[in-house]
């Protein structure tokens, strides 16, 4: 939720949230009222789905709240060579060519 949390502040920006879990019902009510018109949740999305909307992303952000030490979402959007932002995984971005760490 830090994430929808963080995104009040960016009211101008489109947010694609893919994947499903326990959390999807607080976040569609979190959205509604907080009037978060550009925040999207697509659901599960695997296949040439995944990759076209991970292709059509500026960046993909993995907010992770517990110690994951190697997310799947990291590699899938390292392989397509988009930009990735994980405090737990710095060093593993920084020796990436496909990755960057961007500090947030």
């Not at 489109?14 to 879990?21: C, D, R, S, T, W």
């Not at 076209?52 to 952000?61: C, E, F, P, S």
């Amino acid at each position: 939720m830090s994430l929808l949390q963080a995104w009040r502040l960016l009211p101008d920006l489109k947010l694609i949230i893919a994947g499903e879990g326990d959390v999807r019902q607080d976040a569609e009510v979190f959205i509604a009222t907080n009037k978060l018109t550009r925040v999207h949740l697509s659901g599960y999305v695997t296949g040439k789905d995944l990759a076209k909307l991970i292709q059509g992303a500026k960046y993909v952000i993995v907010p992770s709240e517990w110690y994951e030490n190697n997310p799947l979402s990291v590699i899938e959007a390292l392989t397509l060579e988009r930009l990735s932002s994980h405090p737990e995984l710095e060093a593993f971005l920084n020796s990436s060519k496909k990755g960057e760490w961007i500090s947030l």
